[in-house]
C-alpha cells in the first residue's frame, strides 16, 4: 500500500528543502512518520520536499510502486522502526491522550531510542578552509584559534521522549548545528500562520525551528537565543547598550572617542632576509603610542570581529594581491584604504571599544608575548554566537517598545534601498573604470597622435632654410608637445578624483554585501517573535 495524503490546506513553501501544497492536492509520502510535525513527500508537480503534518490527512491508496526513499537522515525508509523496550527505561507517567482529540497519525511505540544513527543533515558536507596564506608566513604558529562559525561538532542529536506528551513522541536535541531541530509548535515555517481550523501539529516546542541549519539565522546563534539556549555569563564590561535616539534605537556612543592614523609604509625582511613585508606605522591619539601592523593581522583583527558581531556590518579590508605587493602605487593606495577602514571602525561605538580591537592598537609591537595572549583572548571569546545576543542591553520603560508591524516595514525599506544601492554602485564602478582605462590609454594615446603629428609637420618645416621658417618651426613644436602635455594630464586625471572616489566607493560595497545576512538575521528575529 502506499502512503499518500490529501491536502487540506493551501501552503507556500518559503524556505530550502520545502514544497508548496494546494488545496486538495493527492501528495505521495516517503514516510509516514513525521519530523517534530513537518512530513516528507513528493507533490503532483514532481517537487519533493518537507510541509507541515497539519495540512495534510494522510490516505491510503493502492499503488505498485513503493514510496521514494526517504533523502533525510531522521526519516529511513518505511518510517521508524522501534526497538523492544529496554527493561532498565522507565519512561515518565503519561496521560493519555484525550478520546475527543485522536491522533491523526499512527505513533510508534514508546521506546528508548531509535535503532539507526542519524547521518549529517543535507548528505556529505565539508568545513570551510582558512586560506594559508602562502604570500605571507604564519606569525603565531601555536596559537590556539576558535572554531569558526559552521564547523562541524562531532556529536549526533539525541532522540528523546518528550515529556507530558502521548506515548512515541519524541524530541530532537540541537547538540549539534547539523542536527534537523523542530520545527516548533505549530509546525510552520517562521511567519506562516496556523492553518485554518486551528489546527495544531504534533510538537511540544512553541516556537518554530529552521530546517536550514546552515542559514545565517541559525550559524548567528539568533535562534538558539530566541529558543532561551544561550548561557554564557555577561560581564559589565561586555554589555552593549542600545538607547532610543532621535531616529529610533541606536547603539550608544562611545564616550571617550579617538581617532588613529596609519602611516610610513616600510619594507621589513626577517629570517635574515628570507621574508619580505610591509609594515604600516599606528597611532592611536587616546595612547598616543606608535606600534607598527603588518596586513596579516588588519586580517586577523577582521576575522575575529566579523565572528563576534554578526549585526554589525565589520568593513571589508582592501583586497589582498600575491604579486606586485611591493610597488610603490599598490603600498600607496593599500595604505589609503587601510586608513578609510581605520577611519571607520574607530567612529563606530561599539566597534572602537571592542577588546579585540583595543588590543590591536595598543600592544606594544616589540612584546610577542602581551600579543600572543591577548590573541588567544580574542579567539576564546565566550561572548560569540547565541551569548553575544546576551550582551545586548536595550532600553526599557515608557516608549522603548516597538511596533513589529513598523520594524518590519523599515527593513524591507532598507533591504530595498540596499539593493538599489548595491546594484548602483557596480553600475558606477564600471562606468568609472572604463572612462579611466580610456583616460589613461586611450585619450592619451589619441593626443600624442596629434601631438606626434605636429612634430612631423615642424620637421618638416626644419627643411626650408628661408629666415622666417626658424620661428614657425618653433611654433609648431611648441604645439606638438602641448598636445603630448594634454595627453599626460589625461592619464593623471584618475589619480586626482575617480580613483579616490572608486576607493571609497570600494569601502561601502563592503558593507553592502554585509547587509543581507545581518537583514536575513533581523528578518529570522522578527518572525519567530510573531510566532511566540
Known amino acids: 500500500m502506499a502512503l499518500r495524503a490529501r491536502a487540506l490546506y493551501d501552503f507556500r513553501s518559503e524556505n530550502p528543502g520545502e514544497i508548496s501544497l494546494r488545496e486538495h492536492e493527492v501528495l505521495s509520502l516517503c514516510s509516514e512518520q513525521d519530523i517534530e510535525g513537518w512530513l516528507e513527500g513528493v507533490n503532483s508537480r514532481g517537487d519533493r520536499g518537507l510541509f507541515p503534518a497539519s495540512y495534510v490527512q494522510v490516505i491510503r ?3 505498485a510502486e513503493p514510496p521514494p526513499p526517504a533523502r533525510y ?13 529496554p527493561a ?12 475527543a482529540a485522536p491522533e491523526p497519525f499512527p505513533l510508534p511505540p514508546a521506546a528508548a531510542g531509535y535503532p539507526f544513527p542519524p547521518a549529517p543533515y543535507g548528505g556529505s558536507y565539508q568545513p570551510s578552509q582558512g586560506s594559508d596564506d602562502d604570500w605571507d608566513d604564519d606569525w603565531d604558529d601555536s596559537s590556539t584559534v576558535a572554531d569558526e562559525p559552521g564547523a562541524l561538532g562531532s556529536s549526533y542529536p539525541d532522540y528523546e521522549t518528550a515529556g507530558g506528551g502521548a506515548p512515541g513522541r519524541y524530541r530532537l536535541s540541537t547538540r549539534s548545528d547539523l542536527s534537523l531541530g523542530s520545527r516548533g509548535g505549530s509546525g510552520h515555517p517562521a511567519g506562516h500562520p496556523h492553518p485554518p481550523g486551528g489546527g495544531s501539529a504534533k510538537s511540544s ?22 529558543l532561551g539556549e544561550a548561557s554564557g555569563f555577561v560581564k559589565d564590561g561586555d554589555k552593549l547598550c542600545v538607547v532610543l535616539g532621535p531616529r529610533g534605537p541606536e547603539w550608544q556612543e562611545n564616550p571617550y572617542p579617538f581617532q588613529c592614523s596609519i602611516e610610513d609604509p616600510t619594507k621589513q625582511t626577517k629570517f635574515k632576509g628570507m621574508k619580505s613585508y610591509i609594515a604600516y606605522k599606528l597611532v592611536p591619539s587616546h595612547t598616543g603610542q606608535q606600534v607598527h601592523r603588518r596586513y596579516k593581522h588588519f586580517d586577523w583583527l577582521y576575522g575575529r570581529l566579523a565572528e563576534k558581531f554578526p549585526v554589525i556590518s565589520v568593513p571589508h579590508l582592501p583586497e589582498k594581491q600575491a604579486t606586485g605587493r611591493f610597488e610603490e602605487d599598490f603600498i600607496s593606495k593599500r595604505r589609503k584604504g587601510l586608513a578609510w577602514w581605520m577611519d ?25 608575548k602581551a600579543w600572543k595572549q591577548g590573541k588567544r583572548k580574542a579567539e576564546k571569546d565566550e561572548m560569540v554566537g547565541a551569548n553575544f545576543f546576551l550582551t545586548i542591553s536595550v532600553p526599557t520603560g515608557p516608549g522603548a517598545s516597538l511596533d513589529l508591524q513598523e520594524v518590519e516595514s523599515q527593513v524591507d525599506g ?3 534601498f540596499t539593493k538599489k544601492m548595491d546594484e548602483s554602485a557596480l553600475q558606477l564602478n564600471h562606468t568609472a573604470n572604463e572612462f579611466a582605462r580610456k583616460q589613461v590609454t586611450g585619450f592619451k594615446k589619441e593626443y600624442q597622435k596629434v601631438g606626434h603629428s605636429f612634430k612631423c609637420l615642424s620637421q618638416a618645416f626644419e627643411l626650408d632654410q628661408q629666415a622666417f621658417s626658424a620661428g614657425l618651426n618653433q611654433a609648431i613644436a611648441f604645439t606638438a608637445e602641448a598636445y603630448d602635455a594634454i595627453g599626460d594630464l589625461f592619464a593623471d586625471q584618475p589619480r586626482q578624483d575617480l580613483d579616490p572616489v572608486m576607493d571609497l566607493l570600494a569601502l561601502y560595497q563592503g558593507h553592502l554585501a554585509n547587509f543581507p545576512d545581518i537583514i536575513h538575521v533581523q528578518k529570522g528575529f522578527l518572525h519567530l517573535k510573531q510566532n511566540t
Do not use: Y
Request: net charge neutral; hydrophobic share 40%; aromatic share 10%.
Open 88 to 99: 532498565a527505561f522507565k519512561p515518565a507517567a503519561q496521560q493519555p491522550p484525550p478520546a
Open 205 to 226: 516546542a512553541t516556537v518554530s525551528r529552521n530546517l536550514n541549519r546552515f542559514s545565517t539565522f541559525v550559524k548567528s546563534g539568533g535562534e538558539a537565543f530566541v
Open 344 to 368: 571607520h571602525m574607530c567612529s563606530h561605538p561599539v566597534l572602537a571599544q571592542c577588546d579585540a580591537f583595543q588590543h590591536f592598537l595598543t600592544c606594544p609591537s616589540t612584546d610577542e
Open 61 to 63: 491508496a493502492p499503488a
Open 73 to 85: 537522515a531522521n526519516v529511513p525508509v518505511g518510517g521508524f522502526e522501534p526497538l523492544p523496550p
Open 414 to 416: 532598507f533591504k530595498a
